[in-house]
C-alpha cells in the first residue's frame, strides 16, 4: 500500500505543477493553491477507494481498517508536495 501512494503522490505533484496550481498562476489567482491542494486530497481518497473496494484481496488481508487510511498518509502528502514544487520548477523556471 505504501509504494502505490508514493507512485499517486509523485504522479499528483507532476499533475500539479504540469498544470500550474500555484497561488503565483495569474489565471487562477488565489485559488490556483487551493485547488492544487483538493486535488491531492482527492488523489488520497481515491487510493483509500483502490485499496478498499478494488483490491479486495489486500483488504481481506488488513485486520485494523484503520490502517487504509493511515498507512502513508504523512509521506504521501510531503512528497506530493516536493514533486508539486519541483514540477513547477521545471515545467515554469523564473525568468532570469
Known amino acids: 500500500m505504501?509504494?502505490?501512494r508514493v507512485a499517486f503522490a509523485i504522479g499528483g505533484g507532476i499533475l500539479n505543477g504540469?498544470?500550474?496550481l500555484s497561488i503565483q498562476n495569474p489565471t487562477l489567482g488565489d485559488s490556483g493553491g487551493i485547488l492544487g491542494l483538493?486535488?491531492?486530497i482527492g488523489i488520497y481518497a481515491f487510493t483509500f477507494v483502490l485499496f478498499r473496494y478494488i483490491m479486495k484481496d489486500?483488504?481481506?488481508r488488513v485486520?485494523?481498517?484503520k490502517k487504509f487510511?493511515?498507512?502513508g498518509i504523512f509521506s504521501?502528502?510531503?512528497?506530493?508536495?516536493?514533486?508539486?514544487v519541483i514540477?513547477?520548477?521545471f515545467f515554469y523556471p523564473m525568468p532570469s
Open 18 to 20: 504540469a498544470l500550474n
Open 69 to 71: 487510511t493511515s498507512v
Open 38 to 40: 483538493l486535488i491531492g
Open 76 to 84: 504521501f502528502f510531503i512528497i506530493w508536495f516536493v514533486s508539486w
Open 63 to 65: 485486520l485494523d481498517l
Open 58 to 60: 489486500l483488504a481481506s
Open 2 to 4: 505504501y509504494y502505490i
Open 87 to 89: 514540477a513547477i520548477n
